[in-house]
């Protein structure tokens, strides 16, 4: 029984107070209620690679049963370096310096907790997926946000050198970017690097859609890892995962490369926040990662058709539409329709027409910069895309 005086102090902590649900997660369950076609939330509605999925099935038959050494199975971790070696050009030591955790997001938040001290800053560039604000409330970070200027989300230079300074402790990069469809050209992501080394920053790059990339006439879109560039390999945490390379979100499978100091800080949170990820998954993404390299192409040419598919049905329907050079989202901008701002938009669609979507102010710091904005995702059936498009026919511009 509480006494008075412990009555009186709060059963939920300071910290969990200071952030809500997750708004994307919570619309696939408004999809859900009411009926709508989900372009919410970014996971595949189609079937996972038939031979990935047997890996699966077999590593559990074999049983592969038990927990894997707490920072992943030791073949899931070679293969994690074989493929950073082919795909990346980095030399990575699977003994000191990768860590498998459970997704990309368990990899985040164990990397800030790892390295991140209370009052010390992160700049984030803004919008953002919306992970990396409760990641640095729960790690103890201070965000400093850095807008992306649509419709190219272009970052402004005085602005970027302005958010670091003596506390800044690292820069999180979200490239291919989540939920932009921006991929960083290698002269902007040459001078993230440079305020890096200046003021002796890390760098938390999530990459889970490096293989997601759309080619674009007159301009490069590539692939470029921050570790890849001159003296960041020793200070850059690459998070990554096999949720949306293979379509499998569900699996919860993901890893960090990080220099063997970091590295050793990270697995001791991972230890002690999860124990360790699946180990028969970790069994089938080890045969996953050592796929011939033309599954990778044939993946991006089938995202960048469905891309082709909803693009012009979201721009016949009113939206103006923030082309992705990367990744799986499209964003948009609705003030066409008249709508007070996203949240009224979201529900208003999500109810009336029939289809779900990200309302845009989920991804910013202050819900007003993205109250005219909202995403979608396409990694959805042709049928899925089909049916939002005949619904989208209802909706009217003002
Ligand atoms: C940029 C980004 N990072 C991380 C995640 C979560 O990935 P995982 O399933 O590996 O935890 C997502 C999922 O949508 C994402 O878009």
Redesign the pocket.
Known sequence: MATPETAKRSRVSEKASRFTESV?REMTREAIKYGAVNLS???PDFPAPEDIKRAAQEAIADDVNQYAITWGAKDFRDAIAEKSKWYLGLDVDPETEVTVT???????IAAMMATVDPGEEIVVFEPF?E?YAPDAVLSGATPRYVPLRAPEWTFDREELRAAFGERTKAVIL?NP??PTGKVFTRDEMEFVASLCREFDALCFT?E??EHILYPRAGRTVEHISMAQLEGMRERTVV?N????TYSV?GW???YCIAPPDIAAAVRKVHDFLTVGAAAPLQRAGAYALRLPHDYYEHLQRDYERRRDVLLPVLEDAGFKVFRPDG?YYVMTDISAFGFRDDIEFTRFLVREVGVACVPGSSFYSRPELGAQQVRFCFCKKDETLDAAAERLQKLQKK
Do not use: L
């Open positions: 994307i939330q970014g996971f459970c997704g990309s997001t368990e990899g985040m997926y992970n979200c970017n989540n999530d889970i859609y998070v995962s096999m949720s949306k979100t919860r499978v993901g990744a």
